[in-house]
């Protein structure tokens, strides 16, 4: 009797968090989902028109990343690029670990002292700028009517961000090819006509629906991105791709195909 | 003792109603995010269908107004609203293969009313062929807007909601057509594919999505002649190595330049990612060229990079090439290189070569819109003497320097123009003043980068 009692009551129990699990899966689910919706409304304000040939003209300022900062304890795909960066120009021996210990501290503040900047050890916009990464915007200071907050670096921290949540892993040249996609929709009448609408449009691309849109790019992607921006476009004006082992839609092979990269199929 | 065999389950009832707690908040909280988030797609779709209805009243009233000054406003709300809807249109949660050509018939609209507004304001009213399009765009939208008025009213008699087409995708991608916005929206797609085609100046034109490479010649090329060119041109040792990229059927009919693309491993490190190659079908020339690898400390300057890009045009036949930009990243700098002929500077012809600053290899290069663009052109006499272009601009604009140019504008168009780079309240523009008409055709702002240089 006394075990009946307790077996039934256990069972309840698993059956009920299971029911909670479930719930609160859901709930991240919505709450990936709704983030999405909010970079779909803050794309509104941004309508830059950007052309390929190096010169820039735009209108009104971009929206743009927080930025990031990067300090002892950091850990992740950020730091290795610093870490990257110092080593190439000797600032840094150790190993490219993606960890901010005593060694990546001191690199980063030697390489402050000596580039003019505030020596704190701590690597935010400014700092980064100066290593040739992009964190985020840095403070243009005062600025006059001529001057603007522009910079295409975020288009092409956005683009980077897209092409590592659809194609990593795959070929370098199958990354540029996922990036000069996107920016032939925006060329695209039947498209929306900026890079982050086209990107957060919705059921375009799954990476953006899950999530991972969201990971920091490595600086492959960020290679490929600029690379694309720059004009390089391997699949010669395509729209589509899609990857024949998980695509689900039939509608996607009645396209034209042109051309394949890795396991992507490139088409019109 | 018989407290004691009420502790375990006493435990397990309380745990239980904690997680009930818990799990009810949880279902809260999620019915929350959906509301919000079908608000957000109700408030999308109510704008869609306003936006849509002022493009069909503003398109009726173009047609009636005679005057200049009223055309050109309703022009631009014209292109504004439709520029919106299809904003609002593009975000709502149906799947691109059911919006894609309504999409298009609003951007061709906004592009269009934008190309006619410009045309009015230069001078030349609208002329009876221009007029008949705006009708047929006209019914179009009637139509379109009848429609969205249809599910409008399903939506307020509580038929079905926009949010569930997105639960109903997760479950089953095909099934989501059963919803009635989506097939709706499917009938009016079936519809706009008989909509107008137009021909005007702008990007979203239909002759200029079509349009041909101009800078390829007419020798066709096979297979082994592309790799003996891709072989030559980076140097390969044989051609045996080269490995052909799998294209697809309709690589002929829908690339922009049809092209063979070639895949060379390099011999010295074969675990790099190897340079790729494309080279043009007809013609045979090199379309783009990308060989990606990691590049040490630099050891060679910007100046000298571009004089070696310079000299790698030369050699691989591309003569009168000018550089005029140069942005420098992650250990390399990218050039562009613009075509002069005559001392004119043709924007349109563009090429652009990436040096890598360790040892001053070519890295990449990219000719696409050279081919694209380049053809034996007559260029006129202009019209205007500098000087007199320089009275068109205003007058407190400090010029650094001058030069006759060649630049691209909406559409396939080509415009002679001076091109004036200066200064005006502290910010680098450039100008430029049709060197025929002498009306300022484009004004560009420089956006300063630490990485980039203006070289001219």
């Known amino acids: 009797m006394k075990k009946a009692v307790l077996i039934l009551s256990m069972a309840m129990l698993v059956t009920l968090s299971a029911t909670g699990y479930y719930l609160y899966i859901n709930n991240q689910n919505q709450n990936n989902f709704s983030s999405t919706t909010e970079g779909i409304n803050s794309v509104e304000v941004s309508n830059a028109e950007k052309n390929k040939d190096g010169v820039e003209e735009s209108e009104t300022v971009n929206a743009t990343l927080a930025p990031k900062v990067l300090y002892w304890g950091s850990t992740g795909q950020d730091v290795k690029d610093v870490q990257w960066k110092l080593a190439q120009w000797d600032y840094y021996n150790g190993a490219v670990d993606g960890i901010y210990g005593t060694e990546t501290y001191r690199a980063v503040r030697a390489f402050q002292s000596k580039n003019g900047l505030g020596v704190d050890g701590v690597v935010g916009p400014e700092t980064a700028a100066a290593l040739g990464l992009n964190f985020g915007p840095v403070d243009g200071g005062t600025q006059g009517a001529g001057t603007t907050a522009i910079s295409r670096n975020d288009d092409i921290y956005l683009l980077a961000r897209a092409v590592h949540a659809e194609a990593r892993g795959e070929p370098y040249i199958g990354k540029v090819a996922v990036a000069a996609v996107i920016l032939n929709r925006v060329e695209n009448p039947s498209f929306p006509n900026t890079i982050a609408s086209v990107i957060y449009q919705p059921l375009a691309f799954t990476a953006v629906a899950d999530g991972q849109i969201n990971l920091s790019p490595d600086a492959d992607s960020l290679k490929a991105a600029r690379d694309a921006i720059n004009g390089w476009d391997p699949t010669y004006g395509c729209r589509y791709y899609w990857n024949p082992a998980t695509s689900t839609s039939k509608w996607i092979w009645s396209r034209q195909v042109v051309i394949k990269y890795g396991k992507h199929w490139f088409g019109n | ?456």
């Not at chain 2, 799947?95 to 006619?116: G, I, M, P």
């Open chain 2, 1 to 456: 003792m018989r407290f004691r065999r009420w502790i375990l389950p006493g435990i397990l009832v309380i745990a239980l109603a904690i997680t009930g707690v818990w799990g009810y908040n949880q279902y809260k909280i999620k019915k929350n995010y959906e509301t919000t988030m079908q608000n957000s797609y109700q408030r999308m779709f109510y704008d869609l269908k306003d936006h849509v209805e002022n493009v069909q009243v503003s398109l009726s009233k173009v047609l009636l107004a005679d005057s200049q000054e009223q055309n050109v406003i309703l022009l631009s709300q014209i292109m504004q609203q439709a520029y919106l809807a299809e904003e609002k249109l593009a975000q709502l949660p149906i799947s691109h293969k059911d919006t894609a050509k309504t999409e298009k018939f609003l951007n061709q609209v906004s592009d269009y009313s934008y190309a006619l507004a410009s045309n009015v304001l230069e001078g030349s009213p609208m002329d009876q062929d221009q007029k008949d399009a705006l009708l047929k765009l006209q019914n179009y939208t009637d139509y379109l807007s009848q429609e969205l008025m249809g599910v409008h009213n399903k939506l307020t008699e509580g038929v079905f909601n926009i949010g569930e087409i997105k639960r109903k995708e997760k479950e089953d991608i095909e099934n989501a057509n059963d919803n009635m916005l989506n097939v709706r929206l499917v009938k009016l797609e079936d519809k706009m594919t008989k909509s107008p085609e137009l021909i005007y100046d702008g990007p979203f034109s239909d002759q200029v999505l079509s349009g041909k490479a101009k800078g390829l010649g007419d020798k066709k090329v096979d297979i082994e002649e592309a790799k003996k060119i891709a072989q030559e041109f980076t140097g390969a040792e044989n051609t045996e190595s080269i490995e052909v990229i799998e294209e697809g059927e309709q690589m002929d009919k829908t690339a922009w330049i049809p092209s063979y693309t070639f895949s060379i491993p390099k011999e010295s490190s074969p675990e790099d990612s190897p340079i790729y190659i494309g080279v043009s079908k007809t013609g045979g020339k090199v379309v783009w060229m990308e060989n990606s690898r990691a590049v040490n400390k630099p050891k060679i300057s910007v100046e000298q990079a571009i004089e070696k890009g310079q000299k790698y045009l030369v050699e691989k036949g591309y003569e009168s090439m000018e550089s005029n930009y140069s942005l420098q990243y992650d250990g390399l700098v990218l050039i562009n290189f613009a075509y002069k002929q005559n001392d004119v500077t043709i924007y349109t012809d563009l090429i652009k070569v990436k040096v890598a600053l360790d040892t001053g290899d070519i890295v990449g290069m990219d000719a696409a819109q050279y081919l694209k663009a380049h053809h034996d052109r007559n260029i006129r006499q202009p019209e205007l003497t500098q000087s007199e272009a320089r009275g068109k601009v205003k007058t407190d604009f400090d010029v650094d320097s001058a030069r006759l140019a060649i630049i691209p504008k909406e559409g396939a168009k080509e415009y002679l123009c001076y091109e004036f780079k200066g200064t005006y309240q502290g910010g680098d523009f450039i100008v430029y003043v049709d060197a025929i008409t002498g009306k300022e055709v484009k004004i560009l702002k420089i956006i300063k980068d630490e990485n980039g240089t203006l070289t001219f």
